[in-house]
């Protein structure tokens, strides 16, 4: 695969924006815009709600764009970056070892009686051209079509939120997201996931099709994806290195 141009990095308001930018412009050699205005060619940005249009401009340009957002695993020191893509499809080769840094477990598949809806924030749900409360009557909606199963509504919750989920899933039968990394944590956990986002990283670990809810997938390839993941997420250091930037090559 031949080498991509060079992006300019669009820094936005926030300091987890900054930083990955100036981390991620280091390791390519590529310039660091401040004013937030489209520049031409590809760019690279952190998942900032103010950047969003100058990624589609890129789009409309025909241009690549780079995107760094949380990580997979491992919130707070690693950053994922993808290209052209929100999140990776988790398809692909990797060894263990990056993954085994990280100490998770995969836990045995657990089999609850309710079903745990995941919205994301208002925000990302209006990007979608819906608000988060209609998200979720969709999918209730759908859901009573094909279970009578209990169902129960998840927000994301302030400190500790892995755990705070984590506490969620006992007795849930399976999680229902968009694009929500809570879909790819859930089945880590032993709970099937679904996710309305065919392109999400969820929907690799799951199925969109809500009508399966009775009989949902349990991938027996989970850890061997959550490999692949985790060989795509990055600290600053390895950012700023180059090495997320050779592994986009």
Known sequence: MGEHEVPISYIGDTLVSQNWCKYFAKGCNGKINTNKQYQGGSIAMFGDETLMHIKDKAIEACQDWFYGDKAYFGRGKYYRVTKNAYMHDAQGEATSARFK???????????????????????????????????????????????????????????????????????????????????????????????????????????TDLSMIETPIKPDNREMMAWVLADNQFTLEELSSGMAWEKLQ
């Open 101 to 207: 840094r990280l100490s998770i477990k995969v836990q045995k598949w657990q089999t609850g009686s309710r079903i745990l809806i995941c919205p994301q924030s208002n925000d990302f749900h209006l990007r979608q051209g819906i608000t988060q409360e209609q998200w979720v009557e969709q999918v209730k909606k759908t859901l009573l079509m094909y279970t009578d199963r209990s169902i129960i509504i998840h927000t994301k919750s302030f400190g500790d939120a892995e755990t705070m989920f984590k506490m969620r899933l006992k007795n849930v039968w399976a999680t229902i997201v968009h694009s929500s990394m809570a879909g790819v944590q859930s089945v880590m956990h032993g709970v099937p996931c679904f996710a309305t986002d065919k392109a999400s990283t969820a929907s690799s670990f799951g199925s």
